[in-house]
């Protein structure tokens, strides 16, 4: 057969379900045998970009490996940015580009572009395959490399003369690894110290990051909560990784975080972060972090472990065994440890979590609430609903106002914070789980980046809903210009308000969606409602929202935590006497 054939053949036989792509001159030998496959879906996008943020967002909610194709040069290149994000994230994909003629690599010919020395700092590993017998063994490896240790993205460049050739398929082949053995059981001596530290500590914080949603560790999670009575927080990434209506429960840590959380990681005395990264949008100034905190860092990476904060005890593992070796571990400790009682701790954080609930107002020129909007999105929508968002205000109120009981039901752009990121995410997530409702909130300025793919899902037969919070800026620009600006709007009025340039209902329609709109508190339910009623095609419900609705509460950036503000002006105090 030919490399070509080779290379679905290969695709089919680790698993592969489903395909975003364009095609073009240097991979276009690829999507003759594509043609002919009945167990790979082509989707058909309207741009690369799209393509990656859907492998992303299926992904992301199957636990599988989401896979995107594109041609050389430009269609490479727009793959960049989506790469990039799945790095970020510890996304597991795997892009394949077309590559020009093995003659011509090197010598600027039509679209040829490095894509592996473009990507190399944003992939977990990517290779030029140069041998057509080679092609089994280059998918084999890159769907285990992304799918195994820390996931990430994997891209596979193949020059089109090595798909045209003829060459013999084998499988399984045999993988050449060397170098590549992840570390999956802790070591127990570490574990054992882990569990002194945490039996000893009367001011533990459990600090959940996505690496226990990528474990599927949840409900060990869970079990190791509700055995030692600890309070847990969750970060963006891990939104669901613990139920939000546990009482153990203290929210979303970090820049946007609740005061609740926040307070507690600023005023603990241990930290067991599990799967996380002590991102800057949750240390905030990390000199000033968690200053009276040992550390206990569990993360599959050793690369993480003490890169931004010493760990007292680090834990190289999969969160999974990490965590049920740990509650083994506690056990034990537990028959001899002295008990610490943990109520005046729980003492301060109700406290502090009744003084400071997470809230708005509503704006007082009478528009409508933008958090009010998401809200009811939430509450309206069936239990097992997958949210998705873009980059900015939306996606810090589509994480706070929501209530996530389940992991792998939020979905966003953590790391790179990628606007555009929730259109296409939200069409990979409907395309691995079509029987479940999908809603992407979305900004007016993100929307505006990527809505093409409504296109796509329209007919493809992807019936996503789209919520656009619609306030007429770039609106988290906007708030920093209010509040470090002077309230100096330089160029972040997009028109969609002014003008109504575009007019979001009409160019659902136009893109073959159901185009809804609602501009006041009393249509909010009714469109919500008619929206989870059309299932037969994508629908997009424009929400015209008050231009002037900030995300409270606020770490300033290159401020410390105990510096957070509930609301403009009112910076909560982390004292004694709360």
Not at 173 to 192: F, S
Request: net charge negative; proline share 7%.
């Amino acid at each position: 057969m030919t490399g070509a054939q080779s290379l679905v053949r290969s695709l089919e036989a680790v698993g592969c379900e489903v395909v975003f792509g364009i095609p073009g001159g240097t991979i276009l030998p690829a999507y003759d045998p594509l043609l002919d496959s009945t167990k790979v879906r082509h989707i058909l996008v309207r741009h690369e970009q799209g393509a990656g943020h859907a492998a992303t967002g299926y992904a992301q909610a199957t636990g599988k490996v989401g896979v995107c194709m594109a041609t050389s040069g430009p269609g490479a290149t727009n793959l960049v940015t989506p790469i990039a994000d799945a790095n970020m994230d510890s996304v597991p994909i795997v892009a394949i580009t077309g590559q020009q003629s093995r003659p011509l690599i090197g010598t600027d010919a039509f679209q040829e572009a490095d894509i592996c020395g473009i990507t190399m700092p944003i992939t977990k590993h990517n290779v030029l395959v140069t041998d057509p017998a080679d092609i089994p063994r280059a998918i084999a490896e890159a769907f285990h490399i992304a799918s195994t240790g820390r996931p990430g993205p994997v891209l596979v460049d193949i020059p089109k003369d090595v798909l045209q050739e003829q060459t013999s398929f084998s499988w399984p082949p045999e993988m050449r690894l060397p170098g590549y053995r992840p570390t999956t059981r802790p070591h127990g001596k570490q574990v054992r110290e882990a569990a002194k530290l945490i039996v000893a500590a009367s001011k533990p914080v459990l600090y959940v990051g996505g690496g226990v949603i990528k474990a599927d560790a949840h409900a060990e999670l869970l079990l190791l909560a509700e055995e030692s009575g600890i309070p847990v927080v969750t970060t963006l990434m891990a939104r669901g990784a613990f139920p939000d209506s546990h009482e153990q429960h203290m929210g979303m840590p970090g820049m946007h975080g609740t005061v609740g959380a926040v307070a507690a990681m600023q005023k603990s005395d241990l930290l067991i972060a599990l799967g996380a990264r002590f991102d800057d949008r949750v240390t905030g100034q990390l000199n000033s972090f968690a200053p009276d905190a040992q550390i206990i860092h569990a993360d599959i990476d050793p690369a993480e472990i003490s890169k931004n904060r010493r760990a007292d005890v680090p834990i190289v593992g999969d969160c999974k065994e990490i965590i049920t070796e740990l509650i083994d571990a506690l056990r034990t400790e537990r028959e001899t440890a002295t008990k610490v009682d943990l109520a005046p701790w729980w003492a301060t954080l109700n406290s502090i979590r009744e003084t400071f609930p997470l809230g708005y107002d509503w704006p007082e020129d009478g528009t409508l609430s933008p958090q009010y909007a998401i809200e009811r999105i939430g509450v309206l929508s069936p239990a097992d609903t997958i949210y998705t968002a873009g980059v900015g205000q939306h996606q810090m109120w589509a994480a706070q106002f929501v209530k996530y009981e389940h992991p792998r039901t939020w979905i966003n752009s953590g790391g790179l914070g990628t606007m555009g990121f929730a259109v296409p995410a939200a069409m990979g997530i409907k395309a691995g789980e079509p029987g479940r409702t999908v809603w992407a909130i979305d900004g007016d300025g993100c929307f505006q980046m990527t809505n093409q793919e409504l296109a796509t899902c329209a007919i493809e037969g992807l019936p996503v809903k789209i919520a656009v919070i619609n306030n007429g800026n770039l609106g988290m620009v906007r708030q920093w210009q209010t509040l470090f600006y002077g309230e100096r709007y330089s160029n972040t009025d997009l028109g969609t308000h002014k003008h109504r340039i575009p007019d979001f209902k009409l160019l659902a329609e136009a893109l073959g969606c159901a185009g809804l709109r609602a501009e006041s508190r009393e249509e909010v339910d009714e469109v919500i409602g008619k929206a989870l009623e059309i299932n037969d095609r994508p629908v997009v419900v424009d929400f015209v929202v008050g231009k002037d609705a900030q995300v409270w509460p606020m770490v300033a950036a290159g401020t410390g935590n105990s510096e957070i503000m509930a609301a403009r002006g009112i910076r909560p105090l982390f004292d004694e006497d709360l």
